[in-house]
Structure formats: structure tokens, C-alpha cells
């Protein structure tokens, strides 16, 4: 176990030593270099988190599958904002709609800009519960999170989308 006074030399020392060449290994999964950095970043948090119990003789080995997980989980994460990017498009690209199809057309686009408008965590939240149906404790373990966060952004984010939708109905 680190020792508490080493343990910002420590982590100082295993950033400098392996930031760089997280990112080239993630940029091995992610081709955005901006996202590789994101998802270094993060491992790096679970380290700093997780040092009371981390070894330091394991924290390498501990860094590559906590990147590899998380290039993993992103991917997962840009395959389903793709396949709901696709949809969309295939809503709003239907030429012969019955008026019924209309309305609802209509309430989804106004849902749609509505979460546009959403900061960047409520959104993610709320596309995490509604889109890929995940439950609130599956969503605060991915995200680090309590579930009570979950609960306090999924409440901001219905009160913004329903506030939204009557500013726009008026």
C-alpha cells in the first residue's frame, strides 16, 4: 500500500510516466485524440480514487484495462448515439405521414431540440435511463456517481424538457 506522504509523489511519478502512452494505446481503440485524453483522464481519477487500496507494483497493469475498459465503454456509448442519430434521421426523412404520425413527429422533434439544450451531464444521464434503458444504479456505477445525483439530473431534465415543450406549445 502507498504510503500517505508518498502518495502524491507517487501518482505525480505513474502520470508522468504513463499519460502519454495511455493516450497512444486508447487512440489504438478511440480515433479522436481529444476523447483518448478524456478517457486517460479518467482512468487516471480511479487510480487517485481507488489509492488507499491500489498497489503501486499493480497500478500498470491496473491503468491499460481500465483504459481498454473505458475505450470499450465509449465505443459502446458512440454506437448507440449513432443508432439514435440514424433514427432520428429516418423519422424526420418520411414523406407520406398519416396526421397522427404528424403529431407525434412534431413532439419528437420538439423532445429532440428540448435535449439539445440539456448541460452535458443531465443530458447523458437522461439519454442513458430513456435511450439505452438503464436503471439509475447502472447508470451512477458507470458514471461514478451516486444515485442520487442520477435522481437530482433526471428530475432537472424533465423539468427542462417539459418546460421546454410548453414554451414552445404557447
Request: hydrophobic share 40%; with cysteine; net charge positive.
Amino acid at each position: 500500500m502507498w504510503l500517505i506522504m508518498e502518495l502524491q509523489q507517487d501518482f505525480d511519478s505513474l502520470f508522468r510516466q504513463y499519460y502519454a502512452k495511455l493516450c497512444l494505446f486508447a487512440h489504438q481503440f478511440v480515433t479522436d485524440i481529444d476523447d483518448c485524453h478524456d478517457v486517460v483522464s479518467a482512468a487516471f481519477e480511479d487510480v487517485w480514487r481507488n489509492r488507499a487500496t491500489l498497489e503501486l507494483s499493480t497500478a500498470r497493469q491496473y491503468l491499460y484495462a481500465s483504459v481498454r475498459n473505458r475505450c470499450i465503454d465509449f465505443l459502446r456509448q458512440q454506437g448507440k448515439r449513432e443508432l439514435y442519430v440514424r433514427y432520428v434521421k429516418l423519422l424526420s426523412e418520411s414523406s407520406v405521414l398519416q396526421p397522427a404520425t404528424l403529431e407525434q413527429q412534431d413532439n419528437s422533434l420538439i423532445v429532440q431540440k428540448a435535449i439539445t439544450t440539456l448541460p452535458q451531464p443531465t443530458r447523458d444521464i437522461l439519454l442513458a435511463c430513456y435511450l439505452d434503458g438503464l436503471k439509475y444504479s447502472e447508470v451512477a456505477a458507470q458514471m461514478g456517481i451516486s444515485i442520487a445525483t442520477v435522481k437530482k439530473h433526471m428530475v432537472r431534465a424533465l423539468r427542462i424538457l417539459r418546460e421546454y415543450k410548453n414554451r414552445i406549445k404557447a
